[in-house]
């Protein structure tokens, strides 16, 4: 410090901080879904039996064709139908008339036995990713369920490129998580933006995971 600063010492600063680009999750719970997911099980469980997995972000598990609404029933209809809905509270369009939005739905089912996982992934070329859990196994007593959702925070590289333990403090005062779980239960409906990377930790319990996953977006 030299001579001259000193002079100011004492100045005291009242810093009000904001938290800008939040990234919206949607966490939704279905009520009453029992019935819907006795059907959604009923026709991945029939797929499975009859179609081979495609190779993308699952290791270890069964990834149906993206075309599940062809094959799902009336229940994957309902369940499509349920996420655009989320996707329509957490959107909005510049000079269109969000009424008027047509929105198009993809939809897989995920089987994951015990081990299997996920590598983190984002979904290109759409604009929300959405995934709903019809069964989350067996936990194996007194341990770790594993199998949780986690997203990564997209700024990390960025950081992480000048000093790897640095990390920001958030609105809350705690430093920000670069990667955040989210545990999940049956009935469980998760929207999120599809650039955002995400993947899903190693099922350490026994039974199989049953999921299904959307890419939603709209047309023009
Ligand atoms: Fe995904």
Known sequence: MTTASRAFD???????QIGLYETPILHGRLADAEALNAALRSAILDRHAAAPSLA???VGGWHSATDMLDWGGPAAAAL?????????RASHFDGRDAATVEWTVKMWANVSPPG?????????????AAVYYIDMGVPPSGGEAGGELF??????PVPFMRLPGFRLLGIDGQPQPVER???TDAGDLVLFPAWLRHGV???????????????????G
Request: net charge positive; hydrophobic share 45%.
């Open 116 to 128: 299997a996982l996920n590598m983190s992934h984002a979904h290109p070329g759409v604009l929300w």
């Open 56 to 58: 993308r972000s699952n």
């Open 151 to 156: 997203f990564e925070d997209p700024r990390f």
């Open 201 to 219: 930790r190693p099922h350490l319990g026994t039974g199989d995971r049953i999921s299904i996953a959307m890419n939603i977006d709209v047309t």
């Open 10 to 16: 004492g100045i005291r600063v009242r810093a009000a």
């Open 181 to 183: 779980r989210l545990p």
């Open 80 to 88: 499509a139908d349920t996420a655009v809905k989320m996707a329509k």
